[in-house]
């Protein structure tokens, strides 16, 4: 009697765990499935304000335009978003990237004009400590990039004999960065040429 008991205690406990997990998975690929939406057009949302804030004045969708390449050197692809003005290639956007970060990936979107020059940069995602992330995003960092020519510029930090100033107690953050800055120009000089040709025609 007393075996019979403890069975069917077990078989009631085992059911309703089962009741209560699959309940849970349905509740969570429903609250997924309803938040798709909007975290897509919030994630749509920071691109093109990432756009806005590294590219000169543009009038073509840009996003529409995406190109997307994967060179061999790097895990994640890599976005470049050109820019036109009335028609004329004003620059273009690439996203750049580095896992060498002090806590992991470092994403940025670097605008350059047509020169090769440095428009500006936007930090897109960072795992960096909240002190660190909001050094990385600030005009003191940022302005040293703004208007480099990165083939007479050395995007290395000084320490490592190049002209970049490491952000304070976060020299690894700031060689990620710098890493991350120099690929988006490299897949741009690459890359630009194409669009330059379709501007003049």
């Known amino acids: 009697?007393?075996?019979?008991?403890?069975?069917?205690t077990f078989l009631n406990m085992v059911l309703s765990l089962l009741?209560?997990?699959?309940?849970?998975?349905?509740?969570?690929?429903?609250?997924?499935?309803?938040?798709?939406?909007?975290?897509?057009?919030?994630?749509?949302?920071?691109?093109?304000?990432?756009l806005k804030t590294v590219l000169p004045e543009f009038d073509n969708d840009a996003v529409s335009e995406v190109v997307v390449v994967k060179p061999e050197s790097v895990r994640d692809s890599i976005e470049i978003y050109p820019a036109f003005q009335n028609g004329e290639f004003v620059g273009a956007a690439v996203t750049g990237s580095s896992e060498k970060g002090y806590s992991g990936l470092i994403r940025i979107m670097v605008g350059f004009t047509p020169d090769g020059h440095i428009y500006n940069i936007s930090v897109l995602e960072q795992k960096e400590t909240p002190g660190l992330g909001t050094k990385m995003k600030g005009e003191?960092?940022?302005?040293?990039?703004?208007?480099?020519?990165?083939?007479?510029?050395?995007?290395?930090?000084?320490?490592?004999?190049g002209e970049v100033d490491a952000l304070t107690g976060a020299t690894i953050t700031t060689r990620a960065f710098t890493e991350a800055t120099q690929?988006?120009?490299?897949?741009?000089?690459e890359r630009k040429g194409q669009w330059a040709m379709d501007s003049d025609q």
């Open 183 to 189: 690929l988006a120009y490299d897949v741009f000089m």
């Open 19 to 50: 009741v209560i997990t699959l309940a849970a998975g349905f509740s969570l690929g429903y609250v997924n499935d309803i938040t798709l939406e909007p975290k897509a057009k919030a994630k749509l949302a920071k691109k093109v304000n990432a």
């Open 1 to 8: 009697m007393m075996m019979q008991k403890k069975e069917s």
């Open 140 to 161: 003191k960092f940022l302005r040293q990039f703004r208007d480099k020519d990165p083939s007479q510029y050395d995007l290395k930090v000084a320490k490592d004999g």
